[in-house]
Protein backbone atom coordinates (compact mmCIF):
# COMPACT_ATOMS: atom_id res chain seq x y z
CA UNK A 1 0.00 0.00 0.00
CA UNK A 2 1.12 3.44 -0.82
CA UNK A 3 -0.87 6.82 -0.25
CA UNK A 4 0.37 9.59 -2.78
CA UNK A 5 -0.29 13.40 -1.72
CA UNK A 6 0.26 16.12 -4.41
CA UNK A 7 1.14 19.25 -4.17
CA UNK A 8 2.23 22.70 -5.84
CA UNK A 9 -0.36 23.48 -8.41
CA UNK A 10 -1.91 27.10 -8.85
CA UNK A 11 -2.37 29.86 -11.14
CA UNK A 12 0.31 30.46 -13.58
CA UNK A 13 0.54 32.63 -17.19
CA UNK A 14 1.61 31.11 -20.19
CA UNK A 15 5.34 30.34 -20.21
CA UNK A 16 5.74 30.45 -16.62
CA UNK A 17 6.84 27.19 -15.19
CA UNK A 18 5.67 25.01 -12.04
CA UNK A 19 6.68 22.01 -10.46
CA UNK A 20 4.24 19.76 -9.30
CA UNK A 21 5.77 17.13 -6.17
CA UNK A 22 3.64 14.09 -4.77
CA UNK A 23 4.98 12.64 -1.24
CA UNK A 24 4.35 9.00 -0.60
CA UNK A 25 4.18 6.73 2.28
CA UNK A 26 4.21 3.44 3.25
CA UNK A 27 5.47 1.61 0.38
CA UNK A 28 8.02 3.43 -1.79
CA UNK A 29 9.17 0.89 -4.43
CA UNK A 30 6.82 1.24 -7.17
CA UNK A 31 6.70 2.80 -10.68
CA UNK A 32 5.23 6.70 -10.70
CA UNK A 33 3.37 8.44 -12.55
CA UNK A 34 2.06 11.61 -14.06
CA UNK A 35 -2.00 12.01 -15.53
CA UNK A 36 -3.97 14.83 -16.09
CA UNK A 37 -7.39 14.96 -17.13
CA UNK A 38 -8.50 18.51 -18.16
CA UNK A 39 -12.23 19.57 -18.06
CA UNK A 40 -14.33 17.48 -20.60
CA UNK A 41 -11.99 14.97 -21.50
CA UNK A 42 -10.59 11.93 -20.34
CA UNK A 43 -7.61 11.06 -17.94
CA UNK A 44 -4.21 10.83 -20.11
CA UNK A 45 -0.93 10.14 -19.12
CA UNK A 46 1.90 12.64 -18.81
CA UNK A 47 5.18 10.56 -17.55
CA UNK A 48 6.68 7.73 -16.01
CA UNK A 49 9.51 6.87 -13.90
CA UNK A 50 10.59 3.76 -12.25
CA UNK A 51 11.22 3.04 -8.81
CA UNK A 52 15.17 3.17 -9.15
CA UNK A 53 14.56 6.61 -10.91
CA UNK A 54 16.84 5.20 -13.85
CA UNK A 55 14.29 5.27 -16.64
CA UNK A 56 11.54 7.54 -17.47
CA UNK A 57 8.63 7.53 -20.27
CA UNK A 58 7.03 10.47 -21.77
CA UNK A 59 3.92 10.48 -23.53
CA UNK A 60 4.55 11.95 -27.36
CA UNK A 61 2.32 14.67 -26.22
CA UNK A 62 4.66 15.57 -23.17
CA UNK A 63 7.91 15.39 -24.27
CA UNK A 64 10.04 18.69 -24.77
CA UNK A 65 8.32 20.79 -21.45
CA UNK A 66 7.73 18.02 -18.86
CA UNK A 67 10.46 16.14 -16.51
CA UNK A 68 9.80 13.57 -14.66
CA UNK A 69 11.93 12.67 -11.66
CA UNK A 70 11.90 11.11 -7.92
CA UNK A 71 13.97 11.40 -4.94
CA UNK A 72 14.01 8.15 -3.11
CA UNK A 73 15.50 9.57 0.03
CA UNK A 74 12.23 12.25 0.27
CA UNK A 75 9.64 9.37 -0.99
CA UNK A 76 9.14 12.56 -3.32
CA UNK A 77 8.05 12.37 -6.97
CA UNK A 78 7.80 15.40 -9.14
CA UNK A 79 6.96 16.79 -12.75
CA UNK A 80 8.77 19.83 -13.82
CA UNK A 81 6.76 21.96 -16.50
CA UNK A 82 7.95 24.78 -18.69
CA UNK A 83 6.60 27.28 -21.15
CA UNK A 84 2.88 25.98 -19.71
CA UNK A 85 0.26 26.71 -22.24
CA UNK A 86 -3.17 27.26 -21.47
CA UNK A 87 -3.89 23.79 -22.78
CA UNK A 88 -1.71 22.28 -20.06
CA UNK A 89 -4.76 23.39 -17.67
CA UNK A 90 -6.08 20.33 -16.26
CA UNK A 91 -6.01 18.32 -12.55
CA UNK A 92 -2.84 16.57 -12.29
CA UNK A 93 -2.78 13.47 -10.47
CA UNK A 94 -0.09 11.23 -9.18
CA UNK A 95 -0.16 7.37 -9.47
CA UNK A 96 1.48 4.51 -8.54
CA UNK A 97 2.37 0.40 -10.01
CA UNK A 98 4.09 -2.57 -9.22
CA UNK A 99 7.91 -1.88 -9.60
CA UNK A 100 8.24 -5.14 -12.39
CA UNK A 101 5.12 -3.89 -14.20
CA UNK A 102 6.32 -1.81 -17.87
CA UNK A 103 6.97 1.19 -17.03
CA UNK A 104 6.16 2.70 -20.42
CA UNK A 105 2.29 2.61 -20.26
CA UNK A 106 -0.34 4.23 -18.73
CA UNK A 107 -1.58 0.82 -17.44
CA UNK A 108 -2.13 -1.07 -14.35
CA UNK A 109 -1.22 2.41 -12.14
CA UNK A 110 -3.88 1.24 -9.05
CA UNK A 111 -2.94 3.75 -6.47
CA UNK A 112 -3.52 7.57 -7.00
CA UNK A 113 -3.61 10.96 -5.40
CA UNK A 114 -6.63 13.21 -4.81
CA UNK A 115 -5.27 15.53 -7.72
CA UNK A 116 -3.55 18.99 -8.17
CA UNK A 117 -5.23 21.79 -9.74
CA UNK A 118 -3.14 23.64 -12.62
CA UNK A 119 -4.13 26.51 -14.90
CA UNK A 120 -2.81 28.42 -16.63
CA UNK A 121 -4.28 31.65 -18.11
CA UNK A 122 -3.18 33.45 -21.82
Known amino acids: QVQLVESGGGLVQAGDSLRLSCAASGRTAYTMGWFRQAPGKERELVAT????????YYADSMKGRFTISRDNAKNTVYLQMNNLKPEDTAVYYC?????????????????WGQGTQVTVSS
Open 95 to 111: AAKGPYTNYRNGDDFGF
Open 49 to 56: ITWTGGNT
